[in-house]
T-cell receptor, first 110, second 113 residues
C-alpha cells in the first residue's frame, strides 16, 4: 500500500528551530516534496529531494533517506508567519501521481 | 506570468446534482493534476492529465471524471453529488509532471447540501 505519516500538530516558539518528520511507504519513488499551506490558501512549494542528503534553502532545509523511507523539514529562526500546515508528498515512479500526507499543523507562539 | 486559476471559487449544490469545475494552468504547463482536500483526509489525488491524456487516476468512484483540452485547460466533473463530496478541489499545474514542482490554484470550495 501507500502511506505517508507525519505528526498532526506541533508547537514551537518564535526564533527557535523545529523539525517536522515524514515517513513513507509507497510502491514507487520519484522524489519527495514539501509544501506549505496557510489556512484558506493553496499549498506552495518549499523543497524537493530525490537523492539522499540535505537540501538547504534559506531558513528551510529538507533531508531525505530513501533506504529508511524518511524525510524531515527543518525550519530555523521561526517566525509567526511560519504558522501553517506542512505537507509531505511523494511522487511515484512513473511521475504521474503524487501522494500527500495529511499534513502537520505548526503553531508558532511568541 | 499568471498563476493557476480555478473557477468558480465557491459552489453550493444539492445531492444528486452534477458539477463541473474548471482549471487554467500556468502558460506553457502541460500537466494538470486534480486533488480533493478535506479536513480529515488531507489532499487526495484524483487524476493527472498531460497533453489531453489521463496518465494516472486515484481511487475515486466513476462519478468523478475529467478531461483536458488542447490549450491545457482542464475540467473535472462530479455527477450524482453526495454529501461527502463537500471539499476543497485543488488543481495543480507543472511543466511536465514527473519531478517538476506543482503550482496550485486557489481551489474551488464545493458544498453539497
Amino acid at each position: 500500500g501507500q502511506n505517508i505519516d507525519q505528526p498532526t500538530e506541533m508547537t514551537a516558539t518564535e526564533g527557535a528551530i523545529v523539525q517536522i518528520n515524514c515517513t513513507y511507504q509507497t510502491s514507487g519513488f520519484n522524489g519527495l516534496f514539501w509544501y506549505q499551506q496557510h489556512a484558506g490558501e493553496a499549498p506552495t512549494f518549499l523543497s524537493y529531494n530525490v537523492l539522499d542528503g540535505l537540501e538547504e534553502k534559506g531558513r528551510f532545509s529538507s533531508f531525505l533517506s530513501r533506504s529508511k523511507g524518511y524525510s524531515y523539514l527543518l525550519l530555523k529562526e521561526l517566525q509567526m508567519k511560519d504558522s501553517a500546515s506542512y505537507l509531505c508528498a511523494v511522487r511515484d515512479t512513473g511521475g504521474f501521481k503524487t501522494i500527500f500526507g495529511a499534513g502537520t499543523r505548526l503553531f508558532v507562539k511568541a | 506570468k499568471a498563476g493557476v486559476t480555478q473557477t468558480p471559487r465557491y459552489l453550493i449544490k444539492t445531492r444528486g446534482q452534477q458539477v463541473t469545475l474548471s482549471c487554467s494552468p500556468i502558460s506553457g504547463h502541460r500537466s494538470v493534476s486534480w486533488y480533493q482536500q478535506t479536513p480529515g483526509q488531507g489532499l487526495q489525488f484524483l487524476f493527472e492529465y498531460f497533453s489531453e491524456t489521463q496518465r494516472n487516476k486515484g481511487n475515486f468512484p466513476g462519478r468523478f471524471s475529467g478531461r483536458q483540452f488542447s490549450n491545457s485547460r482542464s475540467e473535472m466533473n462530479v455527477s450524482t453529488l453526495e454529501l461527502g463530496d463537500s471539499a476543497l478541489y485543488l488543481c495543480a499545474s507543472s511543466s511536465s509532471g514527473g519531478a517538476s514542482e506543482q503550482f496550485f490554484g486557489p481551489g474551488t470550495r464545493l458544498t453539497v447540501l
